[in-house]
């Protein structure tokens, strides 16, 4: 069996999950799609957001599903309609598509994107955010982790920094749920986004949102679908849903949604991301071996471990373990702009861990490591 060390860019599938969305569609197949949900109408309309709030310490009416981490980011930051000459704040780590979404708002809007600088060791300089926020900051957008290396982003030290501002704080969470603990509480955000397809390990397809209330009346979507809000004129229409679900729409999966509430039942009682000393051996591995440069920024680190290597190509290293039964992947320096990008790295090793990977299998991953590039 492959050793996956590739859970930030998707998960191996918990127990329940691929067996849960198999029978959801025999079932369709059995009784119809409509008639299928109508089954499964408490999971879907219910438990499914009760099981959301209690991973992020939300409400259940806080949370809103969409289709993929990128998907639930952009519907809510893309409604912001922040005062014109505005300040949207971004850090080094901010990953592209949202950066491309933060570009095309700023556009809209006359604001301006600047980058939260960071110390050379990769922290970020939050004595300069409390010198410089003042009331045209109006967005703050931080990537807990970032998916091109294991930095934890101090979100709660942020959330108290900015707390009584006006500004609205955004956390990509994508990397981090289902890994670290994460509470919207004690982090002090109004929206905070996550993936089902990472160390969730739910389908692909899944992804969703919190929403603090005090934001909803703030998010102009390009539009509210019909399960949401119904029209009471020819020029007018009422939003009828008191809760973040105003923000979905109508058509979804189904039988992904199920397969995320296998998958957040069976995160409910199994640890958090990897064991310390696994990744501390994962980072150790990658250190040891000669050649390499660790992309390794902050002085707090968890779950990924990203490097190049003087000689051998990503694609060579990925290869050479791939034909060993260990499965890392190759990313990409443009995901990450600001970051690695402006560093001259084009393309880079990523391998991460969580809670089904062991000391052994980090063992297996040295040694085909080492033949990698000395093959």
């Known amino acids: 069996m492959a050793i996956h060390l590739n859970t930030a860019g998707a998960g191996l599938p918990a127990p329940a999950v691929p067996g849960t969305v198999a029978r959801f569609a025999a079932l369709e197949a059995e009784l119809g799609p409509y008639e299928a949900e109508a089954v499964h109408a408490d999971d879907l309309d219910r438990r499914v957001y009760d099981l959301l709030a209690l991973l992020v310490g939300a409400r259940p009416d806080e949370?809103?599903?969409f289709g993929s981490a990128t998907d639930a980011w952009c519907r809510i930051v893309c409604g912001l309609t922040p005062p014109r000459g505005s300040r949207i704040w971004v850090t080094p780590y901010e990953y592209a598509g949202n950066l491309i979404a933060l570009q095309?708002?700023?556009a809209r809007h006359e604001c301006v994107v600047e980058v939260v600088p960071a110390s050379p060791s990769g922290d970020l300089d939050l004595d300069w955010m409390r010198r410089n926020l003042d009331d045209r900051v109006a967005v703050v957008s931080l990537v807990h982790m970032p998916s091109s290396a294991g930095v934890v982003q101090p979100v709660e030290e942020v959330g108290a920094l900015l707390a009584g501002s006006s500004a609205v704080y955004v956390v990509d969470a994508c990397q981090t749920v289902g890994q670290l603990p994460v509470d919207v509480r004690a982090i002090g955000c109004?929206?905070?986004?996550?993936?089902?397809?990472k160390f969730l390990r739910g389908p692909r397809g899944t992804g969703f949102a919190f929403v603090a209330r005090e934001l909803w009346d703030r998010v102009a979507p390009p539009f509210h679908d019909v399960h949401v809000a119904e029209v009471r004129s020819l020029h007018h229409y009422e939003v009828t849903a008191d809760r973040a679900a105003r923000f979905e729409t109508a058509e979804r999966s189904s039988a992904a949604v199920?397969?995320?509430?296998?998958?957040?039942?069976?995160?409910?009682?199994?640890?958090?991301?990897?064991?310390?000393?696994?990744?501390?051996a994962l980072a150790d591995a990658?250190?040891?071996?000669?050649?390499t440069r660790v992309l390794a920024p902050g002085a707090r680190r968890a779950g990924i471990v990203s490097f190049v290597h003087e000689r051998c190509s990503p694609e060579r290293?990925?290869?050479?373990?791939?034909?060993?039964?260990v499965t890392g992947w190759v990313g990409f320096g443009a995901h990450t702009p600001l970051y690695l990008a402006s560093s001259g790295i084009d393309r880079f090793v990523r391998l991460s861990v969580h809670h089904y990977n062991d000391l052994a299998q980090v063992d297996v991953l040295r040694g085909a490591l080492s033949r990698a590039v000395n093959g």
């Open 286 to 291: 990658v250190a040891t071996t000669p050649g």
């Open 317 to 325: 290293v990925r290869d050479v373990l791939a034909g060993e039964g």
């Open 104 to 106: 095309r708002l700023a």
């Open 258 to 280: 199920l397969g995320l509430v296998a998958a957040l039942e069976h995160n409910a009682v199994t640890p958090a991301g990897a064991a310390p000393e696994v990744f501390a």
């Open 190 to 197: 109004h929206v905070l986004t996550g993936a089902g397809r």
């Open 63 to 65: 949370i809103a599903l």
